[in-house]
């Protein structure tokens, strides 16, 4: 892991997935931002990207800012890889400390991995995790490896356009949940109002993939901003030119 960064672009609905193949994204992720940071779409939005994405490219899903309720989050979970996902994100935001998030990613992994064994789970967590009240980040790699999840992102909750991951967290601290997640055999990924620039230095943390919206959005706006194919495109050349140094 870590060998090669791979470009996680999240869309809305199908016409910005079809952008965003065409812009040269690795992995197609639906959300739904006008519910949050991970919020969660339509199994029909998902099913309707699903038909449109290449067999060589994977395909991610939100599932939600998640409550400490690891029923709904275990329903969520299901409902998302029956409309055809590779991978389900879970934004442990209702719960305060490593012991509440592992139940809930247990429950969401046992869902998951009973429907289809060969899927992944995603554990997601928070860099301002301090003002929101989640649990900390940085402890993830441990939450996904209790409950047989299969890697960790780590995002930013509150979009603001004036702060991303690394207002929050420092280079050392996220080079240590990298290190510490490809120890447990995870994979990292790393996103958070991430712009071009922030792409050698997620590059240099290791990290397997940078997750991406706002920046290819049309003036920077996650929520209402159309995505924007060439920007897709400058972010994927930008990768592919580094990877080559790595």
């Known amino acids: 892991m870590g060998e090669i ?4 672009i999240s869309v809305v609905n199908k016409a910005e997935a079809l952008d965003s193949i065409n812009g040269g994204a690795d992995i197609l992720d639906v959300k739904n931002p006008k519910e949050g940071s991970l919020g969660a779409n339509f199994p029909r939005v998902i099913k309707e990207v699903k038909e449109v994405t290449p067999k060589n490219l994977e395909l991610s899903a939100t599932i939600g800012d998640l409550p400490n309720l690891p029923g709904t989050a275990s329903l969520a979970a299901l409902g998302a890889v029956v ?3 590779d991978y389900v994100k879970a934004g442990l935001f209702g719960v305060k400390n490593c012991e509440e998030a592992t139940t809930l990613m247990t429950e969401v992994v046992r869902s998951v991995k009973e429907y289809d064994s060969g899927l992944k789970t995603i554990a997601s967590g928070y860099a301002d995790f301090r003002t929101v009240g989640c649990v900390n980040p940085l402890e993830l790699p441990i939450v996904a490896h209790k409950a047989g999840a299969d890697g960790v992102l780590v995002d930013v909750k509150i979009k603001d356009y004036k702060t991303n991951l ?3 967290l420092t280079d050392e601290e996220l080079k240590k949940l990298v ?3 490809h120890e447990y055999d995870l994979l990292a990924a790393l996103a958070g109002s991430l712009d071009e620039t922030a792409i050698p230095r997620i590059h240099g943390l290791g990290a ?3 997750g991406v919206r706002g ?3 049309a003036k920077k706006d996650r929520v209402s901003g159309k995505l924007e194919q060439e920007k897709v495109a400058a972010f994927a ?3 592919s030119n580094l990877s080559k140094t790595r």
């Open 5 to 8: 960064l791979k470009l996680l």
């Open 83 to 85: 409309s055809g996902v």
């Open 166 to 168: 690394f207002s929050f």
């Open 179 to 181: 290190d510490m997640a």
């Open 208 to 210: 397997d993939i940078i």
């Open 215 to 217: 920046a290819v959005c």
């Open 237 to 239: 050349e930008a990768i």
